[in-house]
């Protein structure tokens, strides 16, 4: 059985994608399908950790 970090790497290529894929879950999960609240929140985090000079996101290697 793989990790979850293994598992994640083997569905997506970058930060931004497995991040994308967590906020859309959180959406379908906390909002009932909507996008109120949960997405919005985890939306603001994903833009500012895809676009900060500093997110470790940008110098850390999604894959080894």
């Known amino acids: 059985m793989r990790g979850t970090g293994e598992q994640s790497r083997h569905h997506y290529l970058t930060w931004a994608e497995f991040s994308a894929g967590y906020t859309l879950g959180r959406c379908l999960q906390y909002d ?3 996008f109120g609240h949960w997405y919005t929140t ?3 985090v994903h833009h500012m950790m895809v676009n900060h000079p500093a997110s470790p996101w940008l110098h850390i ?3 080894f």
């Open 61 to 63: 290697p999604f894959r």
């Open 42 to 44: 985890s939306r603001d």
């Open 32 to 34: 009932g399908g909507e």
